[in-house]
């Protein structure tokens, strides 16, 4: 599942980018969807802050968002911080002594208000004060009916006018004469569509154990609460617990006896394969298979050697395809993913000995023999334990392959 959202910029007079408006969409086809305005807003909320991240989005700019009656009164607006939102009150929203009041509440904690294709009504003088930015449509009114209602704003010389759609230098130039400060529309950048793969509940559980198991003390009643909550989850780690892998001598039946027996650096390899597996549903299978060879080659290197944690060797592996997972920068996903410090500098900064461990795993599936060499040597290895490491981790990426789709 994606989040998808298009982005238009706004501009000031000299064509420096201002703020981008966020409209949602609910595929690539750039037009907004049969929704209604509330669903519309909640879920460009809800991905912005979640799925994508705002600043990313936006650029670090502000983001223009619309919101209805509804969802204002809801205070969603403030769910994100006044210096990255601008308010837009829909011209649908009918003005009024509730509107009013949030509409203060939320210029008390410093939030931009505008009101988006306004429309000339006596009752919003009372809304002048609080306002900030008010949007003209050049598709919905004449140059000289906007100019009337110019004249009437003009003791209100903290409201700033912004032109939307402006489709010509004329119409450009035009209202750059009038007085606008800011301007929106085909002329300058038709809205480009932007999109996230969403992590589902199921992967956000994940994630969670993921970081609760990252920790030197495990929590063991905390992480046994969340695996009680998800019943599939609960299943696999039964299953996978009683597999034939670890030669029980007796049925593990409990969620706590499963984790206990498991212990922190199985449990955590058990995570991070689930949570890859759930994210690759729409990739080929291979992807996950390589991700996997990797996780198990830089554990028992990390094994091998010593030194180094062998289960956040194992996750610096099995993260090093996720963004081609997620079909999203690397550094934007460890963003999202509470991980140790050390993987998210193997694998953002490419860094440290957990880099290094991958460097050889990279080198070696390319076929790239002087770099592994390099690699080798710096690592203290010797030139026939490798292959033997290599071919262990494929025998056992195959084995669990199996048991993934078995």
């Not at 750039?30 to 669903?39: A, H, K, L, R, S």
């Not at 793969?197 to 990252?214: C, D, G």
Request: hydrophobic share 40%; net charge negative; aromatic share 10%.
């Amino acid at each position: 599942m994606y989040f998808y959202a298009a982005r238009q910029p706004i501009l000031d007079e000299n064509k420096n980018l201002y703020a981008y408006e966020l409209l949602f969409r609910d595929g690539v086809d750039n037009v907004f969807p049969d929704i209604d305005e509330d669903e519309a807003t909640t879920r460009i909320i809800e991905g912005a802050q979640v799925s994508y991240g705002l600043d990313d989005l936006t650029d670090k700019k502000p983001a223009f968002i619309n919101f209805t009656l509804e969802t204002i009164l809801k205070k969603y607006p403030t769910m994100m911080p006044p210096e990255s939102v601008v308010v837009e009150i829909l011209e649908t929203v009918q003005p009024g002594k509730r509107l009013l009041a949030a509409v203060q509440e939320l210029k008390q904690k410093g939030y931009i208000v505008a009101l988006d294709d306004y429309e000339h009504k006596p009752v919003w003088r009372h809304f002048y004060p609080y306002v900030d930015i008010i949007k003209f449509d050049l598709r919905a009114m004449s140059l000289d009916e906007i100019t009337q209602i110019i004249d009437e704003l003009k003791q209100q010389s903290h409201i700033k006018l912004l032109a939307e759609k402006v489709e010509t230098l004329e119409e450009f130039e035009a209202c750059k004469k009038l007085g606008f400060q800011y301007f929106q529309g085909y002329f300058f950048s038709r809205p480009e569509v932007v999109k996230a793969k969403n992590l589902s509940p199921a992967q956000m559980t994940l994630a969670e154990l993921l970081y609760e198991t990252s920790n030197q003390v495990v929590d063991l009643p905390k992480v046994t609460q969340i695996f009680e909550r998800d019943i599939n989850l609960s299943y696999k780690l039964l299953r996978y617990s009683n597999s034939a892998t670890f030669k029980r001598r007796t049925e593990i039946s409990t969620i706590k006896q499963a984790i206990v027996v498991l212990g922190q650096q199985e449990l955590k390899k058990f995570l991070s394969l689930l949570f890859t597996a759930q994210v690759n549903d729409s990739k080929p299978e291979e992807l996950l298979k390589l991700a996997m060879v990797r996780a198990r080659f830089c554990e028992s290197l990390a094994s091998e050697e010593g030194t180094q944690d062998t289960g956040m060797a194992f996750l610096t592996g099995m993260m090093s395809l996720i963004d081609a997972i997620l079909d999203e920068s690397i550094d934007k996903v460890m963003e999202k993913l509470p991980l140790a410090a050390e993987i998210k500098t193997a694998l953002v900064e490419d860094s440290g000995k957990l880099a290094d461990f991958l460097h050889l795993a990279k080198a070696y599936e390319r076929g790239d023999w002087d770099e592994e060499s390099q690699f080798e040597r710096e690592l203290n290895f010797s030139g026939d334990q490798i292959p033997h490491i290599y071919n262990k981790a494929i025998h056992w990426a195959d084995e669990q392959m199996a048991a993934l789709n078995g």
